[in-house]
């Protein structure tokens, strides 16, 4: 699914298309169609399961960085307003397990070598904005290497 998002950053206008990937094996074949001319990579996870932590490195990370290579991944911590609540820690803890801690996502985007590891809430929009301004500065700054070539004769 695709979403466009109209933003100002500084004092430029950016238009944003956000590709939105299912994750389901039924889409392996089709997903690296939306791969190509990709300038920014936002790989999410949910705060809420610690599952979907584990799948970075092992689904995503190979997934992207072969499809594309040079292209600067932000890792995202979805629904940080999870990781106090009362009924998550209690689901959670049935499992034997308990929402992502700050630093273990930090971990993460450390050892994929990510740009950057942020946290959002979609419910509270803690967060949100800075996710977008993010993955656009490391956009434009991936463009502007691109640009900056340099030819001996």
């Known amino acids: 699914m ?8 500084s004092i ?4 944003l298309a956000l590709w939105d990937t299912a994750g389901q094996e039924d889409y392996d074949r089709l997903r690296p169609l939306s791969y190509p001319d990709t300038d920014v990579i936002l790989m999410c996870f ?3 399961s610690p599952d979907s932590l584990e799948n970075i490195p092992e689904k995503w ?6 499809f594309c290579p040079n292209v600067p991944i ?9 990781r106090n609540d ?5 689901e959670l803890a049935k499992m034997k397990q308990e ?17 950057a590891y942020l946290e959002c809430s979609a419910k509270s929009k803690e967060g949100v904005r800075e996710v977008f301004e993010t993955a656009t500065r490391a956009a434009l700054q991936v463009k ?8 001996l004769l």
């Open 12 to 15: 430029f206008q950016v238009e």
């Open 2 to 9: 695709v979403f466009f998002l109209s933003t100002y950053f």
């Open 74 to 82: 932000i890792l995202v911590g979805n629904k940080k307003d999870l």
């Open 46 to 48: 949910s705060v809420d």
């Open 86 to 90: 009362p009924h998550t820690i209690k």
């Open 144 to 151: 502007k290497k691109k640009k900056s070539k340099c030819v």
């Open 99 to 115: 929402p992502v801690k700050p630093q273990e996502g930090r971990a993460m985007a450390e050892k994929i070598n990510a740009f």
């Open 61 to 66: 990370t190979p997934e992207v960085k072969h």
